[in-house]
């Protein structure tokens, strides 16, 4: 992601001064320089990015200025989302502007390229094994219409929650969440907390089974997560709270009488173990005495260690299809 933000910034830097727009912005060091030259608008969807862009003394922001004239779009692993990220910057930036859009060459760069030539011409340039693609924005070309539908928020044939490409296991649900379910207890009570939420694939299953479960707190650092699992959970309001934070970094809600989590060893598009390790050290601290925690995980994620450490009593529950479920009692 460093390099394809500095190629991006760079490009950025070439240009005029005017006011633009930065999608998915992530912290380097070539951005401080951009925002000092341009009007500079800040989005992001996750809170750990978000968190470092505010360390740095940049803004972030969720609306779009009512006007800009550029646009510039770091990766995203999801294509539909991808586009319908493209079709949305098109409706913002003006007439004539430019869109600037980076990809890595081993994240479909080229086939990247092909589809946003049905926008125009692009121009690119490649570096660090990445590829910058450049093109103005003129008309409303009809495909824009097809990456908006394609990319919006609808619900899963699969369980019938709101959903949206590209947030984590967007389709259906993933194994490892069925596999935890099946071995929560059906006597869940008191006030506990759905650790990496999601869209609200566990807090649904457990507040239309559990009447004992007084309030229960989802929590994601994806903004777009949240905002399906506030429609998913609409019917239980008055017993949720959801929380955009960083459960690696940030306070989470203490004196839990229980956390169930599948928590993410991604950040973007990078494998970090220790991400995972983070989250629950995290969660171990936030149960109160002899609050019950249940994490699924893939079976070679070294987590047993970190619940060994920070609970009064550990224990791998099963092993099965690549995935484990580890049980932890708080101390």
Same mark, same amino acid.
């Given at each position: ?169 967007? @389709? ?6 069925? !596999?935890?379910? %099946?071995?929560?207890?059906?006597? /869940?009570? *008191?006030? $506990? ?115 060994? @450490? ?6 791998? !529950?099963?092993? %099965?299809?690549?995935?484990?479920? /580890?049980? *932890?009692? $708080?101390?």
């Amino acid at each position: 992601m460093q390099a394809a933000a500095g190629l991006l910034y760079d490009y950025c830097l070439q240009q005029a001064p005017s006011r633009g727009v930065i999608l998915q912005a992530c912290m380097h060091p070539r951005l401080i320089d951009v925002q000092q030259r341009h009007d500079v608008h800040c989005m992001q969807d996750f809170r750990s990015d978000v968190l470092e862009l505010q360390q740095a003394g940049m803004v972030c922001v969720n609306e779009w200025p009512q006007q800009c004239d550029w646009c510039a779009l770091l990766p995203l692993k999801n294509r539909q989302q991808m586009l319908g990220t493209v079709a949305e910057a098109w409706a913002h930036v003006s007439e004539g502007g430019w869109l600037a859009i980076v990809a890595a060459n081993r994240g479909g760069a080229k086939s990247l390229h092909k589809q946003l030539a049905q926008l125009g011409a692009v121009h690119h340039l490649s570096r660090a094994k990445c590829r910058l693609m450049v093109l103005r924005r003129h008309g409303e070309p009809a495909i824009l219409q097809q990456w908006r539908d394609a990319a919006a928020p609808q619900r899963s044939e699969s369980h019938g929650l709101w959903t949206q490409p590209g947030l984590f296991s967007w @389709e259906r649900m993933d194994a490892g969440s069925a !596999l935890l379910l %099946q071995l929560l207890p059906d006597d /869940l009570c *008191g006030e $506990g907390m759905d650790l990496c939420c999601g869209y609200g694939v566990l807090a649904v299953s457990l507040l239309s089974r559990m009447a004992g479960i007084t309030r229960l707190h989802g929590l994601d650092a994806d903004r777009r997560a949240l905002l399906m699992a506030e429609r998913n959970l609409a019917a239980w309001q008055h017993r949720i709270r959801l929380h955009w934070l960083d459960a690696a970094r940030e306070a989470l809600p203490a004196n839990m009488d229980w956390i169930v989590c599948n928590p993410p060893f991604h950040r973007g598009l990078r494998r970090q173990t220790e991400l995972g390790q983070q989250i629950l050290v995290q969660a171990c601290r936030s149960l109160r005495r002899d609050g019950r925690l249940w994490v699924v995980a893939n079976r070679q994620l070294p987590y047993e260690q970190v619940l060994r @450490e920070h609970c009064a009593h550990c224990d791998i !529950l099963v092993q %099965q299809h690549g995935f484990k479920v /580890l049980y *932890g009692v $708080g101390r």
